[in-house]
């Protein structure tokens, strides 16, 4: 089993800027895929960013594309995600989630096999 838990988020004012981190326990997650999504109230959870186990790869949503950068560390076994220029749209819970490497399609949150109870992200215009 693993473990996630997510840190970071607040609230923070337009055009700033957020890091969250999402530690993993119970088992070592260097060879999973993580990945972040996020849910606004009465909206669908919806991809953000992934990263694969030996950060060759790393995909973005559309909607945050080229205003958040995702990063691993393995030897701490947590993964990261640097939000920039916030806009009040990305106001959301926003959760980390670890997939199998083999065979994980990082954008479709059913890959996942463990997910974190979420941080709040609130950004005020």
């Known amino acids: 089993q693993v473990q996630l838990v997510e840190s970071g988020g607040g609230l923070v004012q337009a055009g700033g800027s957020l890091r969250l981190s999402c530690a993993a326990s119970?088992?070592?997650?260097?060879?999973?895929?993580m990945g972040w999504f996020r849910q606004a109230p009465g909206k669908e959870r919806e991809f953000v960013a992934a990263i694969n186990w030996s950060h060759a790869w790393r995909y973005y949503g559309d909607s945050v594309k080229g205003r958040v950068t995702i990063s691993r560390d393995n030897t701490k076994n947590t993964a990261y995600l640097e939000m920039n220029s916030l806009k009040p749209e990305d106001t959301a819970v926003y959760y980390c989630a670890a997939c199998p490497a083999h065979g994980c399609n990082y954008g479709d949150q059913r890959s996942y096999d463990y997910w974190g109870q979420g941080t709040q992200v609130t950004v005020s215009s």
């Open positions: 119970g088992r070592t997650v260097n060879y999973y895929g």
